[in-house]
T-cell receptor, first 113, second 116 residues
Framework: RKEVEQDPGPFNVPEGATVAFNCTYS??????FFWYRQDCRKEPKLLMS???SGNEDGRFTAQLNRASQYISLLIRDSKLSDSATYLC??????????????FGSGTQLTVLP | NAGVTQTPKFRILKIGQSMTLQCAQD?????MYWYRQDPGMGLKLIYY???????DKGEVPNGYNVSRSTTEDFPLRLELAAPSQTSVYFC???????????????FGAGTRLSVL
């Protein structure tokens, strides 16, 4: 089983749609959780951290369910500029140092005009 | 601010050649990392460093070496290039100060390497 597992997509949605991405992680001792965004042929950039109580940043909402080891990202009112690959990232999820980040393979989103 | 700078951006190597991928950061971060990303895959950690003079292996260290003589620089060395090392390599850095900031990794623009 992969340590961090995501649906690879692609998700093709029209502008204005709401889209949700899911992610599961295998290590129950994982400490911190993030969503990173990666544009085509670019480096990953932090989109948002994910907190146990759930958190929102504008059109983006992240949720964490520690009991189910499940993380989600909801994007409301999708924009063309949201087209990217979204990486689910877990800290302390590998068998190595707790400082390390473990990346999912990413979910590709294309927002269509 | 430059952030994390990687050079070169692109490189083609022949099998058996060696090269060094350069990475420098100007944010005074203690932690630095090297990842590789194969097509359609997530990033895999090659090596990391928690400070000058200290390095440790990540998930996929075989075929690579690193050094960290200064806080700013963290070069990655490929000694005998193999086709399996064709990938995009990302360097990243993070601070160890402040709960809010210490988990955020800042990435360089990447080096695209092909070994033929």
């Amino acid at each position: 089983r992969k340590e961090v597992e995501q649906d690879p997509g692609p998700f093709n949605v029209p502008e204005g749609a709401t889209v949700a991405f899911n992610c599961t992680y295998s290590n129950s001792a994982s400490q911190s959780f993030f969503w990173y965004r990666q544009d085509c042929r670019k480096e990953p950039k932090l989109l948002m951290s994910v907190y146990s109580s759930g958190n929102e940043d504008g059109r983006f909402t992240a949720q964490l369910n520690r009991a189910s080891q499940y993380i989600s990202l909801l994007i409301r009112d999708s924009k063309l500029s949201d087209s990217a690959t979204y990486l689910c990232v877990v800290k302390g999820g590998s068998s190595g140092s707790a400082r390390q980040l473990t990346f999912g393979s990413g979910t590709q989103l294309t927002v269509l005009p | 601010n430059a952030g994390v700078t990687q050079t070169p951006k692109f490189r083609i190597l022949k099998i058996g050649q060696s090269m060094t991928l350069q990475c420098a950061q100007d944010m005074n971060h203690n932690y630095m990392y090297w990842y590789r990303q194969d097509p359609g895959m997530g990033l895999k950690l090659i090596y990391y460093s928690v400070g000058a003079g200290i390095t440790d292996k990540g998930e996929v260290p075989n075929g690579y070496n690193v050094s960290r003589s200064t806080t700013e620089d963290f070069p990655l060395r490929l000694e005998l290039a193999a086709p399996s090392q064709t990938s995009v390599y990302f360097c990243a850095s993070s601070t160890n100060r402040g709960d809010r900031h210490k988990n955020i990794q800042y990435f360089g623009a990447g080096t695209r390497l092909s070994v033929l």
